[in-house]
C-alpha cells in the first residue's frame, strides 16, 4: 500500500520565513556543517501557498507565494534529499478565494453558488428563521455539533445587491472596519450635520474599543446607518467548502497535482474530519462519510505519487487515530507532548511506556513531536465519556488536569472548545513553546527530546524547540483573540541560529536528532525494556546494530548507548 513508502527519518518543521525572512534562509541553515544529515524531512506550513488568515490555514489559492519562497528553493531542497511534506485544508477556503470573490461579484449567478456551505440553504427545513433571518437548526441537530468557536460557526457576507447571506465557518474569522467620517453617512435623508458628527463618534468610539456595533442606538436612522456600516466593513474567514460539489473534487485534484509538482510527496490533510457534513450527525468525523470522502482524496493521491497524513485531534477514548491507522495511514501521534510532560514532571514512566507498547503491539505508522505550530494537545489524552465521566484514557483527568494547570502557571493560554449555546465545555489544547512548559529547564527539554527520538514513529521537530525558544507574550497579546497561537512562533534571525548553535541545549539536541537520522538500529524494531517507573530503557535493534536510551527520571540524566558497524559508543548527559 502506498501509505507505507514513507522513510524513516527526522522531520522539520518550520514555516517559510520561521528563519531569517525567506525559505532560502532556512535552506541556508540546512546547509551549515552543524546540520549536515540531521533532517531528512521538511514539513513546511502552507505560508508556502497564498494565504491570509490564521498564518497559512486560510488558503487563497496554492500558488508559490512569491514573497517567501521560489523555484530555486525547491530546487535546493531537492539537492539536499530533503522530502517535503506540505498541507492542503480540505474543509475551507479563504474570503479572498478566486471562488468566494467569484460568488460575491456574482451571487447566484455564480459558477461557484454551491461551492461554499450557505448556512441558511443547508438547514431549511431542519430549523426556525430568527429575526435577524439566521435559521436556527432545531435541538436536537444544533446540540450534536461540535464548536471550535463560541456562537453559530457562520460568517455573514453581504452580497452587491444588499442582501446579507450567512456562510459556514468553522474555524476564524475577523472582520475590520474603517475609520467613519461624516462624508460616509451625511447624504442620509434628515441627518442634520450635527448627527452625523455624534454618529461617526459613536461608531469610531465602538470600533476602537472593539464593541459590538450591533449595540449602538442610532434612533430613527439606525437601518440606514447600519446599511453603510456593512458595506463598508472588509472581512477575512475560512469559509467551509461544500464536498457535495464536484467543482470542489475538481479543485482538490488540481491542487494534488499542483503540490506534487513542487516535489511533494507527504501530504498532510488538515481538518480533514470537518469536510462531511449531514443534517442530524455531528460536523465531525461523520461516518461513512468521512471515509468515503477519504478514499475519494486517496485515489487521487496516489495518481499523484503523494502519501497521506490525515490529521485528527480526538480524544484517545474514541479510538478514531485507532479507525484511521487500520486503514493503513500514518497517524499523528497528538499523544505525546503531554503524555512527556507527565512523565517528566511526575519522575514516573508508566503512562508513557504503556502508549509506547501499543503503537508497537498494533503497529501504528505514527509521526510524532513535542512542539509544533499549533497547541500542545490536553483534551486527546483523555478517556471516552460515559454518564459525564471519562474513562480509559492515557492519563485519569485529574492528571491530564495537572498538565494544564502546569503549562499554564509558566505562562501557557488556553484554547478551549464551546458548545452551540456558546457556553465553554472543555479546553482544546494550551499554547506555549515545549521549553516554557517545562518551566524552562534545559535538562528537560534535552531529556524530552531523547526520549522522543527513541519513540516509534518519525520524529518531527519545530524549529522555535531546536533552539529552546520562550513563550513569546508580546506575539500573544498583539494577535487579539486568535492570537494564543503566536506565543510559539517567533522568528529566529539568521543570527539567532549562529548564536543559537554555540550553545549546549542547540548542539547536544543536534547531536541527538543525528543519531535518531542516521543508525541504521533505528530502521528496526523497539522494545520498552521493563524497569521501575522512575526509570525508562528503550533499545532498538536492527540485526547487529543497536542503540539504547537509559533515563533515569529523578535525577534527569540519560545515557545513549549505540553500536554500529563495529563502532561502539556511550554518550553521557
Known amino acids: 500500500m502506498l501509505q507505507e513508502n514513507i522513510g524513516n527519518g527526522v522531520m522539520l518543521n518550520a514555516y517559510p520565513d520561521s528563519i531569517g525572512s525567506k525559505l532560502q534562509d532556512t535552506i541556508a541553515m540546512l546547509k551549515m556543517t552543524e546540520f549536515k544529515d540531521v533532517f531528512s524531512f521538511f514539513y513546511i506550513l502552507p505560508t508556502f501557498f497564498n494565504s491570509d488568515l490564521d498564518r497559512g490555514f486560510s488558503i487563497i489559492d496554492y500558488n508559490l507565494n512569491k514573497e517567501l519562497v521560489s523555484p530555486e528553493d525547491l530546487v535546493a531542497l531537492q539537492e539536499l534529499n530533503i522530502t517535503l511534506k506540505f498541507d492542503i485544508v480540505l474543509n475551507h477556503l479563504s474570503v479572498a478565494s478566486p471562488q468566494f470573490k467569484d460568488v460575491l461579484e456574482y451571487g447566484d449567478a455564480s459558477e461557484y453558488k454551491d461551492f461554499f456551505i450557505n448556512w441558511n440553504t443547508f438547514w431549511e427545513g431542519y430549523g426556525i428563521k430568527r429575526a435577524d433571518g439566521l435559521i436556527e437548526p432545531h ?5 450534536k455539533l461540535f464548536m471550535r468557536k463560541s456562537g453559530l460557526p457562520i460568517l455573514d457576507v453581504y452580497f452587491p445587491d444588499g442582501s446579507k447571506r450567512p456562510y459556514w465557518n468553522t474555524f476564524y474569522q475577523q472582520i475590520t472596519y474603517p475609520k467613519f467620517k461624516v462624508s460616509d453617512i451625511q447624504h442620509i435623508e434628515e441627518l442634520s450635520k450635527e448627527e452625523a458628527t455624534e454618529i461617526c463618534l459613536k461608531i469610531n468610539n465602538a470600533i476602537l474599543q472593539k464593541k ?32 457535495n460539489s464536484e467543482l470542489v473534487w475538481d479543485f482538490y485534484e488540481e491542487t494534488l497535482k499542483k503540490v506534487s509538482s513542487y516535489g511533494c510527496k507527504i501530504l498532510r490533510l488538515d481538518a480533514f474530519a470537518y469536510l462531511h457534513k449531514e443534517v442530524g450527525k455531528s460536523n465531525f468525523f461523520n461516518t461513512p462519510g468521512t471515509w468515503n470522502y477519504l478514499e475519494r482524496i486517496k485515489k487521487m493521491a496516489q495518481k499523484n505519487n503523494l502519501q497521506l497524513l490525515p490529521e485528527i485531534h480526538a480524544e484517545y477514548g474514541l479510538h478514531l487515530h485507532d479507525e484511521v491507522a487500520k486503514e493503513g495511514y500514518h497517524i499523528y501521534d497528538f499523544f505525546l507532548p503531554g503524555l512527556m510532560i507527565h512523565t517528566i514532571e511526575n519522575q514516573s514512566s508508566a503512562a508513557l511506556v504503556k502508549w509506547g507498547k501499543e503503537i508497537v503491539l498494533k503497529e501504528y505508522k505514527t509521526i510524532n513531536m513535542l512542539g509544533c505550530h499549533d497547541g500542545i494537545p490536553v483534551l486527546d489524552l483523555k478517556g471516552k465519556e460515559v454518564d459525564g465521566i471519562y474513562k480509559d484514557g492515557l492519563l485519569e483527568d485529574a492528571a491530564i488536569e495537572q498538565i494544564m494547570t502546569t503549562i499554564i502557571n509558566r505562562g501557557g493560554r488556553v484554547k478551549n472548545l464551546y458548545d452551540p449555546s456558546g457556553k465553554k ?13 517545562l518551566g524552562e529547564e534545559e535538562q528537560k527539554l534535552l531529556l524530552a527530546r531523547a526520549i522522543q527520538m527513541f519513540m516509534p514513529g518519525i520524529p518531527q521537530v519545530w524549529y522555535l524547540d531546536l533552539f529552546a525558544g520562550k513563550n513569546n507574550y508580546a506575539a500573544a497579546d498583539k494577535g487579539g483573540s486568535g492570537g494564543h497561537k503566536e506565543i510559539n512562533r517567533t522568528n529566529l534571525t539568521m543570527k539567532n541560529i549562529k548564536d543559537g548553535l554555540k550553545k549546549d541545549i542547540v548542539k547536544n539536541q543536534l547531536k ?5 537520522n542516521t543508525l541504521k538500529a533505528f ?38 548507548n549505540y553500536s554500529e558497524s563495529s563502532i561502539e559508543k556511550t554518550l553521557y548527559f
Open 139 to 143: 435541538k436536537e441537530f444544533l446540540n
Open 212 to 243: 459590538d456595533l450591533s449595540a449602538i442606538e442610532f434612533g430613527k436612522y439606525k437601518e440606514e446607518v447600519f446599511q453603510i456600516i456593512n458595506k463598508k466593513r472588509s472581512y477575512l474567514g475560512q469559509m467551509d467548502v461544500n464536498a
Open 425 to 437: 465545555i472543555s479546553y482544546y489544547q494550551v499554547n506555549a513553546t515545549f521549553f516554557s512548559a
Open 512 to 516: 541527538i536528532i543525528h543519531l535518531r
Open 523 to 560: 530502521s528496526g524494531t523497539v522494545d520498552f525494556i521493563k524497569t521501575s517507573d522512575n526509570m525508562l530503557n528503550i533499545e532498538w535493534k536492527n540485526g547487529s546494530n543497536i542503540a539504547t536510551l537509559k533515563v533515569n527520571l529523578k535525577t534527569l540524566s540519560f545515557t545513549i
